[in-house]
């Protein structure tokens, strides 16, 4: 883990054991803010691995009201009707894109994404929950024991507060069972550069491309990565982005025409390219 999500480690730990010694009994949903690749996911998926806890994760901004076509938050859920009954946590990404606040959605947008908030929070509150079984028919499954993580990056805004996520259109009623608020922070160039050095992907790349130096790579990365660590939209994720540019571009890091290559064990850059 890096610094800026070992700070939210440190709180969320202490909800986990609260969670997991009252097994289940005590369930402090919280929200999870922080921008695009802050590591929102990550962090999530690795609380529940620390404790012992079954892990679902959930994108809400895929999820369509019951009754209509599409992905309904009962078949999101489905899952749940093949698990034991631990305790799990389920992990709802993209929160946020279901408030249109300030946007131009159009009227049937509203009402698809309200009623998604409030099937979220029928299930809160709720013993048991209605899910998409096998062959098509909805089984009733236990959600007592599950604790429910809302993340997004609500346009990147810092310390979010509850007046603040109302005014983004999570109701009233919501906040008063989800009051819990995390927020993270940008990764820092520094996290950046640790993240780059620790990469798998950067590895892998290196046992295909062995004369490549991985000093040079990171070097070269960094470079870009500081120069647009201001304007960064993707966060960590930006780390893969040019990884895979660098090595497809032969060492490359702005767009330019994939040339043909032979496949083999192990490759190395055209000369001269």
């Known amino acids: 883990m890096i610094k800026e999500q070992e700070l939210v480690l440190t709180q969320l730990n202490r909800v986990m054991q609260i969670y997991k010694a009252s097994e289940g009994s005590i369930r402090p949903h919280f929200i999870l803010t922080g921008p695009s690749g802050s590591g929102k996911s990550h962090v999530a ?17 895929q999820l369509t ?27 709802v990404d993209e929160f946020d894109k279901l408030f249109i606040s300030g946007n131009s959605n ?73 009051g819990l608020i995390y927020n993270m922070k940008k990764l820092s160039l ?42 960064n939209t993707l966060g960590i994720r930006i780390l893969n982005t040019l990884l895979n540019r660098y090595f497809i571009n032969d060492g490359k890091l702005e767009e330019c025409e994939v040339q043909q290559s032979s496949f083999q064990k192990t490759l190395t850059f055209k000369a001269g390219e």
């Not at 998926?45 to 901004?61: G, M, P, R, S, Y």
Request: glycine share 6%; with cysteine.
């Open 106 to 178: 159009s009227h049937l947008a509203h009402e698809t994404t309200n009623g998604v908030q409030n099937e979220f929070l029928k299930v809160v509150e709720s013993r048991s929950a209605s899910v998409y079984g096998d062959y098509g028919k909805y089984v009733d499954v236990c959600v007592d024991k599950v604790l429910f993580v809302f993340a997004g990056a609500f346009n990147g805004e810092d310390d979010l507060s509850l007046d603040r996520l109302r005014d983004f259109g999570i109701k009233t009623e919501f906040l008063g069972r989800v």
């Open 65 to 91: 009201k019951e009754g209509t076509s599409g992905n309904s938050l009962s078949k999101a859920l489905s899952p749940l009707a093949n698990k034991a009954t631990g305790l799990t946590m389920i992990f």
């Open 190 to 231: 520094e996290s950046m550069y640790y993240t780059l050095l620790n990469s798998r992907l950067l590895k892998m790349y290196l046992k295909l491309f062995p004369d490549v130096q991985k000093e040079v790579v990171v070097r070269e990365i960094m470079e870009v990565v500081a120069r647009l660590h201001e304007q």
């Open 45 to 61: 998926a690795h609380l529940a691995e620390e404790h012992e806890v079954d892990f679902l994760e959930i994108n809400a901004a």
